[in-house]
Nanobody, 124 residues
Framework: QLQLVESGGGLVQPGGSLRLSCAAS????????IGWYRQAPGMEREKVSC????????TYADSVKGRFTISRDNDKDTVYLQMNSLKPDDTAIYYC?????????????????WGQGTQVIVSA
């Protein structure tokens, strides 16, 4: 059964960078579109980005376009989120999630499988 594990979070100054990783356990994530979501205190959960199973298609929230890049290495069973030019508003718990085959499925339905989350804090 598919399990997802996030890593790479931490404390970073405004303008800094972090790379988050989403790794599969128990099964492979290579067949699935994988989304990155975040939730800040007092805020609703926000979809940050999504990548198709092959990596050929990606989507980004307007708030992160030009700063974040999603990618995947299916040989390593891992999806990445490179975050550059970080802002305090990026502070949140970041989750990866999957289970469907297309990013369009996550527009109207929540993914079936979620990781435990990794904390990102952007502060001087």
């Amino acid at each position: 059964q598919l399990q997802l594990v996030e890593s790479g979070g931490g404390l970073v100054q405004p303008g800094g960078s972090l790379r988050l990783s989403c790794a599969a356990s128990g099964s492979t994530l290579t067949y699935y579109a994988i989304g990155w979501y975040r939730q800040a205190p007092g805020m609703e959960r926000e979809k940050v980005s999504c990548i198709s199973s092959t990596g050929g298609k990606t989507t980004y929230a307007d708030s992160v376009k030009g700063r974040f890049t999603i990618s995947r290495d299916n040989d390593k069973d891992t999806v990445y989120l490179q975050m550059n030019s970080l802002k305090p508003d990026d502070t949140a718990i970041y989750y990866c999630a999957g289970g469907a085959y297309s990013c369009s499925d996550y527009v109207s339905h929540d993914p079936h499988v979620w990781g435990q989350g990794t904390q990102v804090i952007v502060s001087a």
